[in-house]
Nanobody, 120 residues
Framework: QVQVVESGGGLVQPGGSLRLTCAAS????????MGWYRRAPGKQRELVAR???????NYADSVKGRFTISRDNAKMTLYLQMNSLKPEDTAVYYC??????????????WGQGTQVTVSS
């Protein structure tokens, strides 16, 4: 069974920084695109950033210049460095990964989410 698991969320003051990690595991043959999404209270889930297997990156306008997405293909791990955090960044952050299993099944996997709270 393939899994993606987020970690690194927590409470941080405005202007602070946080680094999220997403680890993929379990019968994975290959990892293609990966991304971070978030759902703020009372709002729908939105794209934060995505990165292809080749390293091409896309960001939501609201986080561009403040967040940096990266990946370690050898570790099958995704990162999100969040700087200059704002209260409006408060949300549950979800990891998404486009995977190919050992049985050659294409899977779009989601993590359970990690809470990020930006508050004084």
């Amino acid at each position: 069974q393939v899994q993606v698991v987020e970690s690194g969320g927590g409470l941080v003051q405005p202007g602070g920084s946080l680094r999220l990690t997403c680890a993929a595991s379990g019968g994975i043959f290959n990892v293609y695109d990966m991304g971070w999404y978030r759902r703020a209270p009372g709002k729908q889930r939105e794209l934060v950033a995505r990165i292809t297997s080749g390293g091409s990156k896309n960001y939501a306008d609201s986080v561009k210049g403040r967040f940096t997405i990266s990946r370690d293909n050898a570790k099958m791990t995704l990162y999100l460095q969040m700087n200059s955090l704002k209260p409006e960044d408060t949300a549950v952050y979800y990891c998404n990964a486009d995977l190919l299993t050992f049985s050659r099944v294409r899977v779009n996997a989601w993590g359970q989410g990690t809470q990020v709270t930006v508050s004084s």
